[in-house]
């Protein structure tokens, strides 16, 4: 059923129009009447009729200032015009501002059904419209993490036009710019996939490392974080965000702690069209990086499990492993690009940042938890790396979890 309201400033013209739509036997029902501009639109916002029978010549508001007020709101509702044959000039700005039917009076009742009839037309075909929207919309919603996920990863491949992928963008919802920033994360398993302090499937291990990344960048506020199809973990950025390299190089070290494998992270500016070059780019890089010899990947591990003692040093690894001090020192130069040093002070500092959150644990206590013994030679390496000392990072941190 259909609600009609209608508008006129004669009585006896609004009795005439309700028997006659009651007499049509039409799906309509006449919700309200009213005598002016004003009051139908007070009656309008009220009872929100579907169809509007409306003068266009009322006291207070008129019906073409009453059409451009509807305009502004968001009703959804068919217009009939009734006007006097002297008032037609109003007819070119009814049909501007979107009237569906313009009657004359004396109003005809076969040309007032036929009005009605091809406005209840419009109407179902608009609710359908709606309801098909609407569908759209609620599928969108509940599939919107693997449409999200096929849209990104079919955009990375180069299987999507420039217009393809921006529509694609927008119906999800992710507002991607002109520019954009890649981080690319790659990790390579471990001995064992090792997460939480146990063995998972490849699944858990895919979805938890993208859960991993995910943490990590959260406060760096990405468009989007994903998985992609060849297992490497992508950021998108609007910008690169303000120290996000220094970020990049703690988070490397702390994934390849959770995970037990080793890991290397890119970043790249591209356009949109130029992502899925940036992305082959990246891979080769990452493809290289991995190219790492057995025995530094057993030295890594091991350093990973032995940072926090403090003894810790070239010689004890390399007899853990089974080689010379020299070897392994060349081979983790040449391989991972820093020297065994430079990679334990890293891998301590980072972890020393990941204990700064916790307030009950003294500068000294960190100092000794990461393997060192001695505060001053841990506040130097620490200020070395991070550019500041310890407590100053910590104070910073305080205020930055303050504010937010």
Same mark, same amino acid.
């Given at each position: 059923?259909?609600?009609?309201?209608?508008?006129?400033?004669? #009585?006896?013209?609004?009795?005439?129009?309700?028997?006659?739509?009651?007499?049509?036997?039409?799906?309509?029902?006449?919700?309200?009447?009213?005598?002016?501009?004003?009051?139908?639109?007070?009656?309008?916002?009220?009872?929100? #009729?579907?169809?509007?029978?409306?003068?266009?010549?009322?006291?207070?508001?008129?019906?073409?200032?009453?059409?451009?007020?509807?305009?502004?709101?968001?009703?959804?509702?068919?217009?009939?015009?009734?006007?006097?044959?002297?008032?037609?000039?109003?007819?070119?700005?009814?049909?501007?501002?979107?009237?569906?039917?313009?009657?004359?009076?004396?109003?005809?009742?076969?040309?007032?059904?036929?009005?009605?009839?091809?406005?209840?037309?419009?109407? %179902?075909?608009?609710?359908?419209?709606?309801?098909?929207?609407?569908?759209?919309?609620?599928?969108?919603?509940?599939?919107?993490?693997?449409?999200?996920?096929?849209?990104?990863?079919?955009?990375?491949?180069?299987?999507?036009?420039?217009?393809?992928?921006?529509?694609?963008?927008?119906?999800?919802?992710?507002?991607?710019?002109?520019?954009?920033?890649?981080?690319?994360?790659?990790?390579?398993?471990?001995?064992?996939?090792?997460?939480?302090?146990?063995?998972?499937?490849?699944?858990?291990?895919?979805?938890?490392? %993208?859960?991993?990344?995910?943490?990590?960048?959260?406060?760096?506020?990405?468009?989007?974080?994903?998985?992609?199809?060849?297992?490497?973990?992508?950021?998108?950025?609007?910008?690169? #965000?303000?120290?996000?390299?220094?970020?990049?190089?703690?988070?490397?070290?702390?994934?390849?702690?959770?995970?037990?494998?080793?890991?290397?992270?890119?970043?790249?500016?591209?356009?949109?069209?130029?992502? #899925?070059?940036?992305?082959?780019?990246?891979?080769?890089?990452?493809?290289?990086?991995?190219?790492?010899?057995?025995?530094?990947?057993?030295?890594?591990?091991?350093?990973?499990?032995?940072?926090?003692?403090?003894?810790?040093?070239?010689?004890?690894?390399?007899?853990?492993?089974?080689?010379?001090?020299?070897?392994?020192?060349?081979?983790?130069?040449?391989?991972?690009?820093?020297?065994?040093?430079?990679?334990?002070?890293?891998?301590?500092?980072?972890?020393?940042?990941?204990?700064?959150?916790?307030?009950?644990?003294?500068?000294?206590?960190?100092?000794?938890?990461?393997?060192?013994?001695?505060?001053?030679?841990?506040?130097?390496?620490?200020?070395?790396?991070?550019?500041?000392?310890?407590?100053?990072?910590?104070?910073?941190?305080?205020?930055?979890? %303050?504010?937010?």
């Amino acid at each position: 059923m259909w609600n009609v309201l209608i508008a006129d400033d004669e #009585p006896k013209i609004r009795q005439g129009l309700r028997e006659t739509m009651e007499g049509f036997g039409l799906p309509v029902s006449v919700c309200a009447e009213a005598r002016n501009g004003a009051d139908a639109l007070k009656k309008i916002k009220e009872f929100h #009729p579907d169809i509007i029978l409306l003068d266009i010549c009322m006291p207070k508001l008129s019906g073409i200032q009453l059409l451009e007020e509807i305009r502004k709101t968001e009703q959804e509702c068919q217009v009939i015009i009734i006007s006097g044959f002297n008032e037609f000039g109003y007819a070119k700005q009814a049909i501007r501002l979107g009237v569906s039917e313009y009657l004359l009076k004396p109003i005809v009742e076969e040309e007032l059904k036929n009005a009605v009839l091809a406005v209840i037309k419009e109407l %179902e075909k608009t609710r359908k419209s709606k309801k098909f929207m609407d569908l759209v919309k609620q599928q969108l919603a509940q599939n919107q993490t693997y449409l999200q996920d096929v849209f990104l990863n079919d955009w990375i491949e180069g299987k999507l036009s420039p217009n393809e992928w921006k529509e694609q963008a927008e119906l999800l919802h992710l507002g991607m710019p002109d520019r954009i920033t890649l981080v690319m994360t790659v990790v390579q398993p471990g001995y064992e996939r090792k997460l939480a302090g146990g063995t998972v499937s490849d699944e858990l291990y895919k979805m938890t490392l %993208e859960k991993i990344m995910s943490e990590h960048l959260r406060e760096f506020h990405p468009v989007a974080v994903f998985m992609s199809r060849y297992q490497d973990v992508i950021g998108i950025f609007q910008d690169i #965000p303000s120290g996000i390299e220094e970020f990049l190089e703690q988070m490397q070290v702390q994934i390849e702690m959770q995970t037990g494998g080793k890991c290397c992270v890119f970043t790249e500016s591209c356009s949109g069209s130029e992502l #899925p070059d940036a992305c082959v780019r990246m891979r080769s890089q990452a493809r290289k990086f991995m190219e790492c010899k057995p025995i530094v990947l057993e030295a890594r591990k091991y350093i990973y499990d032995h940072y926090g003692e403090r003894e810790l040093d070239l010689g004890q690894v390399a007899h853990a492993i089974g080689c010379s001090a020299s070897y392994l020192s060349r081979m983790m130069k040449q391989e991972i690009g820093i020297s065994f040093k430079e990679f334990l002070t890293r891998l301590r500092i980072s972890q020393a940042i990941a204990l700064m959150e916790n307030r009950e644990l003294s500068i000294n206590e960190i100092a000794g938890q990461v393997g060192y013994s001695n505060q001053h030679y841990f506040s130097a390496a620490f200020k070395n790396c991070q550019g500041v000392s310890p407590s100053e990072f910590r104070k910073n941190l305080v205020c930055k979890g %303050e504010k937010e």
